[in-house]
């Protein structure tokens, strides 16, 4: 049985270090398989264990191909991110490059990531409908940081004005940095009213306590599920 293939090159960005990009493809991909595009959080990669499980899930079961890269914060080794323009332009030229080169066109392609990740995917659907920002069938955004720790009245809404497609969001019971009672009113007041998976324990990067009994990167699989699903349902 054919297996998925997996593939990294550097891809340059204008201004900045070129930066790494992976690229996970089932097998025989069939017309009209998605494209899941996925950037990282503020103090993780693209080798974050939770990304690398999606893209070899999503590429096993044939659902999508997914492609992740490294911020260029990343790439020069710095701990502090980026400014929010530089890590926008950076998502534009993976996109650039998934569309015009790594898929065939009319390819549904899927956007997001985990909480630096997620947010930086959002404000760039949200800025398409204001000129500018990117086309996507929709978006999986793995906790999304809604609130400062500790500071639940004050939510960073800004991203989400304009998420006008299909959205998935994930967020843990455990999250200091997104209440779930918080974001569902959020979301169901969105342009296309997003949904919500929440994993119970999960804390900022879903993984789940010690004290459960179960290993931290347990909700892995269920999390991958749930996109599976989502990507599915949404390509239809």
Request: net charge negative; with cysteine.
């Amino acid at each position: 049985m054919p297996q998925p293939a997996s593939r990294a090159f550097k891809l340059p960005v204008p201004g900045q270090v070129d930066v790494t990009v992976k690229v996970d493809s089932p097998a025989g991909t069939a017309p009209g398989t998605a494209a899941l595009i996925l950037a990282h959080g503020a103090s993780n990669d693209l080798d974050f264990p939770l990304l690398a499980h999606l893209g070899a899930h999503l590429a096993q079961t044939g659902t999508a191909t997914v492609v992740r890269f490294n911020f260029p914060y990343v790439e020069r080794g710095a701990s502090s991110p980026d400014p929010s323009a530089v890590l926008e332009e950076t998502m534009m030229a993976v996109y650039g490059r998934l569309a015009g080169e790594l898929v065939e066109p009319g390819t549904p392609v899927f956007v997001g990531g985990k909480s630096l990740g997620a947010r930086t995917a959002a404000e760039l659907v949200s800025r398409r409908s204001e000129g500018g920002g990117l086309s996507a069938a929709g978006l999986v955004l793995l906790v999304y940081p809604l609130h400062p720790p500790g500071r639940r009245e004050r939510l960073y809404l800004e991203p989400l004005r304009h998420i006008d497609v299909p959205s998935l969001f994930f967020s843990g019971t455990r999250d200091p940095l997104c209440d779930p009672d918080l974001l569902r009113p959020v979301l169901a007041g969105l342009e296309h009213p997003g949904e919500l998976y929440v994993v119970e324990g999960g804390d900022h990067s879903l993984h789940l306590p010690g004290a459960s009994g179960r290993k931290p990167e347990d909700s892995y699989p269920e999390v991958a599920a749930q996109v599976e699903a989502f990507i599915a349902k949404t390509v239809g």
